[in-house]
């Protein structure tokens, strides 16, 4: 944030009140940017509130339930919510972090560390292949969508359409990764 240095001076040099009027010109500055940061960590946590509501939830029905198809598929349901619910946790804890000026444990960290070492070159290396290897699996999976979507009511061309999305994201988060280490 570009700071306008020692404003109370400037405007009234010899005001006995200008340092009181700089600090209200700082305090007026740096007020919206905590806010923000604060009203974006409630809403995260909020999420992680619901996540885990939802979690709970998914988890009991699937415990009630005797049939084990229904099971399974809520069993999917259940890993991703925890993974939601675990990725919410994270950015809250990050930015309580950045409010308090503290890390804690369940913060990110590693950022600063995405430079050019050589394990990281390797990294760079083996994420283009990754990727290539996702969208690969991305046009097999839609073969078999088709030549499977007649078999036990569509349960596995549903499926694969949920897998195909999952690589679309693991595409996603090795691209952003593959990014990030071209630009250290
Ligand atoms: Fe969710
Ligand atoms: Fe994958």
């Known amino acids: 944030m570009a700071q306008v240095p020692n404003p109370g001076a400037i405007l009234f040099p010899d005001d006995p009140e200008a340092m009181i009027f700089e600090r209200q010109m700082l305090r007026e ?7 923000e940061i604060e009203k974006l960590m409630k809403q ?10 939802f979690l709970r939830q998914y988890q009991e029905i699937k415990e009630k339930s005797k049939n084990p198809l229904i099971k399974f598929l809520l069993q999917l349901i259940i890993t991703d919510e925890e993974k ?3 990725t919410m946790h994270a950015i809250a804890a990050t930015l309580d972090g950045d409010l308090t000026w503290t890390r804690p444990k369940d913060a ?9 070492d050589k394990e990281n070159e390797e990294l760079l290396e083996l994420t283009v292949a990754f990727i ?5 699996g991305i046009k097999d999976y839609k073969r078999l969508i ?13 499926l694969l359409q949920t897998i195909i999305r ?4 693991h595409v996603e988060i090795l691209e952003f990764l593959r990014q990030k280490l071209k630009q250290a």
């Open 108 to 116: 990110f960290r590693g950022f600063g560390e995405l430079h050019k």
């Open 166 to 169: 999952d690589s679309e994201k």
């Open 29 to 35: 500055q740096q007020a919206p940017e905590i806010c």
């Open 146 to 158: 088709k030549s499977s979507k007649n078999y036990y009511r569509g349960l596995f061309a549903m």
């Open 132 to 136: 290539q290897h996702e969208k690969e």
């Open 44 to 53: 995260f946590d909020a999420h992680e509130d619901q996540e885990g509501e």
């Open 84 to 86: 939601h619910r675990a």
